[in-house]
């Protein structure tokens, strides 16, 4: 498989007027294309601020990070973020909410409208295209605002615990749906969560971080005898306890 992110070595602390607090240390590893990675740690140990820096928004102090080969800073790969809400506008119905990224960087033509109504009929949204956001259930919600990032065709997927603000029920459908989608749309995605059992569900190897400041203890890949590999069914898998105790006794003596 072709490698599609890099990262070496990722220093990063954060500066006030008391002075600097170390966030992540060392932080390296790298991602093949199509492959689904989640990151797990103590809360506050600079799991999304990783994001932030793999998505550009922060520059990490020392390391560098390459996409397709190229440095961030020359890349030109697309990346997209879902962030734990939904960021979807109350004026503006479903439709126009999954255009949006495409006004502002001026890409809406006749073929990327069609593609919206084709993903959104695709993922059961279709009846809902002038609906305004407050009409829908969480789950739904979050589902258009994964089309709206679809839309852009990012090469890569940043997820910030995008499930955390819906109840548990539809955290698990709507993380079992959504995980399908990411794999059928065979895009490259991190889920940053403090969810085990959705990180489980959903990876391919889970990254375990130490407390701040932040380095990878540990990197576990994820394998399933299923013949329907999908979050829910693993959740019933005999592999997923001993994945998931694993993890929780690492986080656990690491402290």
């Known amino acids: 498989m072709d490698q599609i992110l890099e990262l070496r070595h990722i220093h990063y602390a954060y500066h006030n007027m008391e002075g600097e607090t170390p966030a992540l240390i060392d932080i390296s590893f790298s991602m093949n294309k ?3 990675v989640a990151i797990v740690g103590p809360s506050g140990c600079g799991k999304s601020t990783l994001l932030s820096i793999i998505s550009g928004l922060i520059e ?12 961030l800073r020359e890349s030109t790969t697309n990346i997209g973020y879902m962030l734990q809400h939904d960021q979807l506008f109350e004026w503006r119905t479903i439709y126009n909410n999954v ?19 084709e993903l959104l009929d695709t993922y059961g949204l279709k009846q809902f295209e002038n609906a305004k956001p407050s009409e829908l259930s969480g789950g739904m919600r979050q589902r258009a605002a994964l089309v709206r990032t679809l839309i852009l065709e990012p090469d890569i997927l940043l997820l910030d615990e995008p499930f955390s603000a819906l109840d548990y029920q539809t955290r698990l459908n709507v993380g079992d749906d959504i995980g399908q989608i990411i794999r059928k749309e065979k895009k490259t995605a991190i889920l940053v969560t403090h969810d ?10 889970v990254i375990i971080l130490t407390s701040r400041p932040a380095t990878i ?9 299923l013949e329907q590999d999908t979050p829910l069914n693993r959740r019933d898998a005999p592999e997923f306890k001993t994945y998931f105790n694993l993890i929780w ?3 656990n003596t690491n402290e």
């Open 217 to 225: 203890l540990q990197t576990l890949p994820l394998k399933f005898d």
């Open 249 to 251: 006794k690492e986080l």
């Open 60 to 71: 990490p102090e020392k390391g560098l990070i390459k996409i397709n080969g190229k440095y």
């Open 34 to 36: 199509g492959e689904f």
């Open 196 to 205: 085990l059992s959705e990180a489980i569900s959903l990876a391919d190897r």
């Open 99 to 117: 255009i949006l990224g495409l006004e502002v960087q001026h890409m809406l033509s006749a073929r990327s409208k069609e593609k919206a109504h």
